[in-house]
C-alpha cells in the first residue's frame, strides 16, 4: 500500500535537504507531484502502467511539449527514489516510452543598442539620485544590469549570490548553478569592477548583515521578480519597445561571444551547461545572423544583369 502524499512529502524533503536542490528545482517537483497525486487515487497498492499512460494523455493534451517534458522528468525521478528506497518493487516509468517531438525554440537575444541603452538609463538614475537610499538603490541596478551582462548568469543565481561568492580582489564570481553544480566567471571590464567595487563598500554593513550580495529595501534577498521590474522600469524609460526579460541577457552573452569566435566549450563552462548540445543552439542564432547580413550587405546583391 502506497500513501502518495506520505511519499511525496518525504521525497521533497529528500531532495530539499539531502540533495540540495534549489528552491526553484523543489517548487517545480512540488508542483509536477502535487497534481500527479490529484490524478491517482491517494491510496493505491500499486501504480500500474496503465494509470500512468492516462496522466500523460492527459498532460499531452493540456500543456506544451516543453512542459510536458519537465513534468515527466520530475515524475520519473521520483519513481526511480520510490524504488532505490524499495518503497515499490519496480519502476514504473520504465515500461513507458514517453519520446515525442519538442519544437525547437531559438534563444531571444537582445540587440546590442537595446543594452547600451538599458545601461546609459541605469547609469543616469545613478547620477541622479539625490538621497542616500535613492544612491543606495541606484548603484545596486546598475550593478545588477551589469552582472547579468558580463556574466551571462541566470537570474536566480544572481539574486542568491552570497557576499563572499564575489572576490572582487582578483574579479571572480563563484556560482552555484542547477543542481548544486559549482563554476567560477572571471569579470573582465575593469569599469563593471570598479562599480561592483565601490558598491560593496557601500553596502558592507547591509552585506554583513545578510549575508547577500543584493538585497530589498526590507534587507532581504533580492528577488528574480524584483529584477524582471528592474529591467521593465529601464527598458520604459529608455523608449525601448521589446519584452525584455533578464534570461535574454544570458542569451545575449552567449550569442556574442560566438560572434566574437569564442570556443562553444568555453561558452558551455560559463553558462554551466552539462551539455554541449544545450549550448549550441545560439550557433543557429549566429547562423541566422550570417545570413541576414550577407543578404543585405553582400555586394554581389548590387549587380543587376538583363537590364
Same mark, same amino acid.
Given at each position: 500500500?502506497?500513501?502518495?502524499?506520505?511519499?511525496?512529502?518525504?521525497?521533497?524533503?529528500?531532495?530539499?535537504?539531502?540533495?540540495?536542490?534549489?528552491?526553484?528545482?523543489?517548487?517545480?517537483?512540488?508542483?509536477?507531484?502535487?497534481?500527479f497525486?490529484?490524478?491517482?487515487?491517494?491510496?493505491?497498492?500499486?501504480?500500474?502502467?496503465?494509470?500512468i499512460?492516462?496522466?500523460?494523455?492527459?498532460?499531452?493534451?493540456?500543456? +506544451?511539449?516543453?512542459?510536458?517534458?519537465?513534468?515527466?522528468?520530475?515524475?520519473?525521478a521520483?519513481?526511480?527514489?520510490?524504488?532505490?528506497?524499495?518503497?515499490?518493487?519496480?519502476?514504473? =516509468?520504465?515500461?513507458?516510452?514517453?519520446?515525442?517531438?519538442?519544437p525547437?525554440?531559438?534563444?531571444?537575444?537582445?540587440?546590442?543598442?537595446?543594452?547600451?541603452?538599458?545601461?546609459?538609463?541605469?547609469?543616469?538614475?545613478?547620477?541622479?539620485?539625490?538621497?542616500?537610499?535613492?544612491?543606495?538603490?541606484?548603484? !545596486?541596478?546598475?550593478?545588477?544590469v551589469?552582472?547579468?551582462?558580463?556574466?551571462? =548568469?541566470?537570474?536566480?543565481?544572481?539574486?542568491?549570490?552570497?557576499?563572499?561568492?564575489?572576490?572582487?580582489?582578483?574579479?571572480?564570481?563563484?556560482?552555484?548553478?542547477?543542481?548544486?553544480?559549482?563554476?567560477?566567471?572571471?569579470?573582465?571590464?575593469?569599469?563593471?569592477l570598479?562599480?561592483?567595487?565601490?558598491?560593496?563598500?557601500?553596502?558592507?554593513?547591509? =552585506?554583513?548583515?545578510?549575508?547577500?550580495?543584493?538585497?530589498?529595501?526590507? +534587507?532581504?534577498?533580492?528577488?528574480? +521578480?524584483?529584477?524582471?521590474?528592474?529591467?521593465?522600469?529601464?527598458?520604459?524609460?529608455?523608449?525601448?519597445?521589446?519584452?525584455i526579460?533578464?534570461?535574454?541577457? !544570458?542569451?545575449?552573452?552567449?550569442?556574442?561571444?560566438?560572434?566574437?569566435?569564442?570556443?562553444?566549450?568555453?561558452?558551455?563552462?560559463?553558462?554551466?551547461?552539462?551539455?554541449?548540445?544545450?549550448?549550441?543552439?545560439?550557433?543557429?542564432?549566429?547562423?541566422?545572423?550570417?545570413?541576414?547580413?550577407?543578404?543585405?550587405?553582400?555586394?554581389?546583391?548590387?549587380?543587376?544583369?538583363?537590364?
Amino acid at each position: 500500500m502506497i500513501e502518495l502524499d506520505k511519499e511525496i512529502t518525504i521525497y521533497l524533503n529528500y531532495c530539499k535537504y539531502q540533495k540540495k536542490l534549489s528552491k526553484d528545482t523543489v517548487k517545480a517537483y512540488t508542483i509536477d507531484l502535487k497534481q500527479f497525486q490529484r490524478h491517482i487515487s491517494p491510496v493505491a497498492s500499486c501504480i500500474a502502467k496503465p494509470e500512468i499512460t492516462c496522466y500523460i494523455t492527459h498532460l499531452h493534451k493540456t500543456y +506544451q511539449p516543453k512542459t510536458v517534458k519537465r513534468k515527466l522528468a520530475s515524475l520519473k525521478a521520483f519513481f526511480s527514489h520510490l524504488e532505490f528506497e524499495e518503497i515499490i518493487p519496480d519502476d514504473p =516509468m520504465r515500461k513507458i516510452k514517453t519520446k515525442f517531438q519538442e519544437p525547437q525554440e531559438l534563444p531571444r537575444t537582445i540587440p546590442l543598442k537595446a543594452i547600451k541603452k538599458i545601461l546609459a538609463v541605469a547609469y543616469r538614475r545613478l547620477e541622479q539620485a539625490h538621497t542616500p537610499y535613492g544612491f543606495q538603490v541606484a548603484h !545596486r541596478d546598475v550593478a545588477v544590469v551589469e552582472l547579468l551582462f558580463a556574466t551571462g =548568469m541566470r537570474v536566480s543565481e544572481l539574486c542568491s549570490l552570497n557576499a563572499d561568492d564575489v572576490n572582487l580582489s582578483d574579479g571572480s564570481i563563484r556560482i552555484m548553478g542547477k543542481g548544486s553544480k559549482e563554476r567560477v566567471l572571471q569579470i573582465g571590464n575593469r569599469e563593471v569592477l570598479a562599480l561592483l567595487r565601490h558598491y560593496r563598500n557601500t553596502h558592507l554593513a547591509v =552585506m554583513n548583515e545578510t549575508g547577500y550580495f543584493f538585497v530589498n529595501r526590507l +534587507q532581504l534577498r533580492l528577488s528574480e +521578480q524584483s529584477v524582471r521590474t528592474l529591467i521593465r522600469r529601464f527598458c520604459a524609460e529608455a523608449g525601448i519597445s521589446l519584452h525584455i526579460t533578464p534570461h535574454m541577457f !544570458r542569451h545575449s552573452f552567449a550569442t556574442l561571444l560566438l560572434e566574437e569566435d569564442v570556443d562553444i566549450r568555453y561558452i558551455q563552462r560559463m553558462l554551466g551547461h552539462s551539455s554541449i548540445q544545450t549550448t549550441q543552439i545560439y550557433t543557429q542564432v549566429t547562423a541566422q545572423k550570417q545570413r541576414k547580413i550577407l543578404a543585405s550587405k553582400h555586394p554581389r546583391n548590387k549587380f543587376v544583369f538583363n537590364e
